[in-house]
């Protein structure tokens, strides 16, 4: 069993910036992030492989989002970048594989909101 827990969700204007940051309680092939809009399915946001050297991205947030990972503290980053107000959901952190394009996610965490305003 893997633990999540994420930190660093809020409320930021549209333009802005954001860093999220999940801690893992033991390390797996890869880790990453989902989100979830109200009304919507979960979706694959970015994944980084343990190693730090393959990363995934879901084409509307390339260019904007960055994901890092640094195995000395356990921890995943997102950092976000010229937020625009369809980048609001709620953020979980996984843990699991990655895939060609995504991840398979194993373990989850609670979610951290994220809100973009005009």
């Known amino acids: 069993q893997v633990r999540l827990v994420e930190s660093g969700g809020g409320l930021v204007q549209a333009g802005g910036s954001l860093r999220l940051s999940c801690t893992f309680s033991?390390?797996?092939?890869?880790n990453g992030w989902f989100r979830q809009a109200p009304g919507k399915e979960r979706e694959f946001v970015a994944a980084?492989?343990?190693?730090?050297?393959?990363?995934n991205y879901a084409d509307s947030v390339k260019g904007r989002f960055s994901i890092s990972i640094d195995n000395a503290k356990n921890t995943v980053y997102l950092q976000m970048n010229s937020l625009k107000p369809e980048d609001t959901a709620v953020y979980y952190c996984?843990?699991?594989?990655?895939?060609?394009?995504?991840?398979?996610?194993?373990?989850w965490g609670q979610g951290t909101q994220v809100t973009v305003s005009l």
């Open positions: 996984a843990a699991g594989r990655l895939t060609a394009r995504t991840m398979s996610a194993y373990y």
């Open positions: 980084i492989k343990w190693s730090g050297d393959n990363t």
């Open positions: 033991s390390s797996t092939h890869g």
